[in-house]
């Protein structure tokens, strides 16, 4: 079967590093993603990785490890406005998006 | 980046009537659109994806008769959540992928939050 593992709650403070790890296992493989999603809205894309390694982008970057069903997400220079859910999804076959529920986190001032 | 987007935000309705949520892609032409509920706390669950000019494939489970979804145009898919029941209030919400974009990646709509009384 598909499945995705999350912590389900992080706790960081503001200014800290963070780091939220998501193992999976889909039927093939086209890439993961990793969206952002506030209390009440909809899910905002953050990263894709397709190949192994780390993909840094500002102060959020991701890493991908293929062989491993591995992916995480890192957080430096937390902000309160980073107080969201993330979700880590990666992409099947069939180019359909598998969702978890994913890794509310929490930043403390 | 491309832009979809969804209307009503809010919808609060008596249990028994349709309730339509419309879904436009703004600067590009979707030929599929995804739509999405997801209760407090749970996953994003896919509930069908819809088919410009064609009838939509349906996620196991989700009632074709109870949730009309109707794609006619390349930028507008509209879901109807027909005689709704208060365990039809959630969040919906529709994606798109932009068409030759080399990542899978999906934009979405703000949402629709359905609230049956």
Sequence with gaps: GQNIDQPTEMTATEGAIVQINCTYQTSGFNGLFWYQQHAGEAPTFLSYNVLDGLEEKGRFSSFLSRSKGYSYLLLKELQMKDSASYLCAPMDSNYQLIWGAGTKLIIKP | ?117
């Excluded at chain 2, 999405?36 to 349906?58: C, V, W």
């Design chain 2, 1 to 117: 980046g491309a832009v979809v987007s969804q209307h009503p935000s809010w919808v609060i309705c008596k249990s028994g009537t349709s309730v339509k949520i419309e879904c436009r892609s703004l600067d590009f032409q979707a030929t599929t659109m995804f739509w999405y509920r997801q209760f407090p706390k749970q996953s994003l669950m896919l509930m069908a994806t819809s088919n410009e000019g064609s009838k939509a494939t349906y996620e196991q489970g989700v009632e074709k008769d109870k949730f009309l979804i109707n794609h006619a145009s390349l930028t507008l898919s509209t879901l109807t959540v027909t005689s709704a029941h208060p365990e039809d209030s959630s969040f919906y919400i529709c994606s798109a992928r932009v068409p030759g974009q080399d990542t899978g990646e999906l934009f979405f709509g703000e949402g629709s939050r359905l609230t049956v009384l």
